[in-house]
């Protein structure tokens, strides 16, 4: 595991902070919103559609997150894929249980769930961009340049003849 976090980490780390905070307004504002427009089923529905969104959108960063603990190893390639790919694959399996499971239910009313999770996510998708353009990472990060105080000056050229 690695020891130094790697560029991305702080980003990570900071949009989930925000997306959290996103999310606490989401569901105050949702709640508030879904009960004056359909009652107590409205606000029931504003709720899961913002924690829904939420907690699927959170998994992703979480999942790099974890998977950027394997960036020294050997074996950092196959864990990152394997933890990110397993955590979509997750989501993907629950998304549509959650869909079959509150289809019908006489709590739900359709119409705000689907507009609590569609402004959840487009609000996650602005807290993304808002912190990418923030922080300041070079375009080539985690690299490290080979150093050899002892080359001297090296040039493309052939050997000049001397």
């Known amino acids: 595991m690695s020891a130094t976090p790697i560029s991305s980490t702080p980003i990570l780390r900071t949009v989930l902070v925000w997306s959290g905070t996103v999310t606490a307004i989401l569901a105050v504002v949702g709640a508030v ?3 004056l427009v359909a009652g107590t089923e409205g606000l029931w529905s504003a709720l899961l559609g913002v924690l829904v969104a939420a907690v ?3 998994i992703t960063g979480a999942s790099i997150l974890i998977a ?3 960036y020294a190893s050997d074996l950092y390639v196959p864990v990152f894929f394997g933890i ?5 694959i997750l989501k993907f399996v629950v998304f549509i249980a959650i869909l079959f499971i509150i289809r019908g239910q006489p709590w739900i009313e359709p119409a705000v769930f ?3 999770a569609v402004v959840s996510v487009l609000a ?3 807290v ?3 912190v990418m353009m923030r922080m300041r990472v070079p375009h080539v990060s985690d690299v490290q340049l080979p150093t050899d105080p002892d080359a ?3 040039r493309d050229g052939p050997p000049e003849a001397g």
């Open 114 to 116: 689907f507009v609590a």
């Open 84 to 88: 990110v790919m397993g955590g979509w």
């Open 128 to 130: 993304d961009v808002v």
């Open 56 to 58: 699927f959108l959170g």
């Open 152 to 154: 001297g000056d090296r």
């Open 124 to 126: 996650s998708l602005a």
């Open 68 to 70: 950027n603990r394997w």
């Open 33 to 35: 919103v879904g009960f």
